[in-house]
């Protein structure tokens, strides 16, 4: 018992907003009840105040378990994340895939101002290994703790969430500063479009981008890549798309196995346009 006292309280610890509305909720719902106990006991019978007493009693605690319940199964959804997972950074979640991190500090301390050419990148074909600036952190860091907010958004609510990954080539052509330039000026049209249904974009490099799409089950996040395919016209695209909690249960996990559904996508070779495959 007093174990289970312990996971209670480890539980509550973990949601402080679901258990500020349970605290909040538990002192006006007593006083309500209070309240009309004694001032109901002036105007109407007894039979019919303790009737309605005894109904406010059972919601209120039907309500009280309800939530105690909802917070418990939220906690134990996080406990499912693999521990290691937990507290990675985006550049370690990256690392997994052998792949250069959006950001690197140098070991003084400070940004190296140089530019390299990330090996995920130069490894690809049609694509040109040319130096390309390093992405600030800002923003890498900013889409990981919006992407965990609404990872703790979904859990809350017992609802899917999806991460989409795409990656864009020119047939035929090697990608020069202009083509790439191209290429995030319509995915930012794009985006900007899509801005209901996108939480979060993220630029990986010249040629990849991850959106976070908090409020879309798999079937919207499908439709929502064929949208975007569509709207790019002749590049050739790969996607992958991660579910929440099929796939992973917290950020970097998310975008770990979206980017990895497109890289196996590319290197089977397959099209976006002509196939949608849910990652799996």
């Not at 919006?146 to 047939?171: S, T, Y």
Request: hydrophobic content about 45%; overall charge negative; proline content about 6%.
């Amino acid at each position: 018992m007093e174990q289970e006292d312990k996971s209670i309280l480890a539980a509550l610890r973990q949601e402080p907003e679901q258990t500020a509305f349970l605290i909040k909720f538990s002192l006006i719902a007593a006083s309500v009840i209070v309240a009309w106990d004694l001032l109901a006991t002036l105007a109407l019978p007894v039979l019919i105040v303790k009737i309605v007493s005894a109904v406010l009693i059972f919601s209120y605690g039907a309500t009280i378990i309800f939530v105690v319940s909802r917070i418990m199964v939220s906690s134990k959804m996080f406990e499912y994340a693999p521990p290691s997972s937990r507290n990675l950074t985006a550049a370690t979640a990256m690392r997994r895939l052998d792949r250069s991190p959006l950001s690197a500090p140098s070991s003084s301390g400070t940004d190296d101002t140089e530019t390299e050419t990330p090996a995920h990148v130069a490894n690809r074909p049609n694509f040109e290994a040319v130096p390309v600036p390093v992405p600030p952190l800002f923003n890498e860091q900013y889409f990981i703790m919006r992407l965990r907010e609404q990872v703790k958004d979904a859990r809350r609510d017992g609802r899917q969430m999806c991460v989409a990954a795409i990656e864009i080539n020119i047939p035929g052509h090697e990608a020069t500063g202009d083509e790439a330039d191209r290429i995030a000026l319509e995915m930012a049209r794009i985006g900007s479009e899509q801005w209901k249904i996108i939480g979060q974009p993220l630029a990986i490099s010249e040629n990849e981008y991850v959106f976070s799409l908090p409020a879309s089950t798999v079937d919207e996040t499908k439709l929502f890549v064929r949208e975007v395919v569509q709207a790019l016209g002749d590049y050739w695209c790969h996607f992958g798309i991660a579910m929440f909690p099929k796939n992973a249960t917290d950020a970097e996990g998310l975008v770990e196995h979206a980017r990895e559904a497109c890289d196996i996508s590319r290197q089977g070779g397959k099209q976006a346009r002509a196939k949608f495959p849910l990652s799996a």
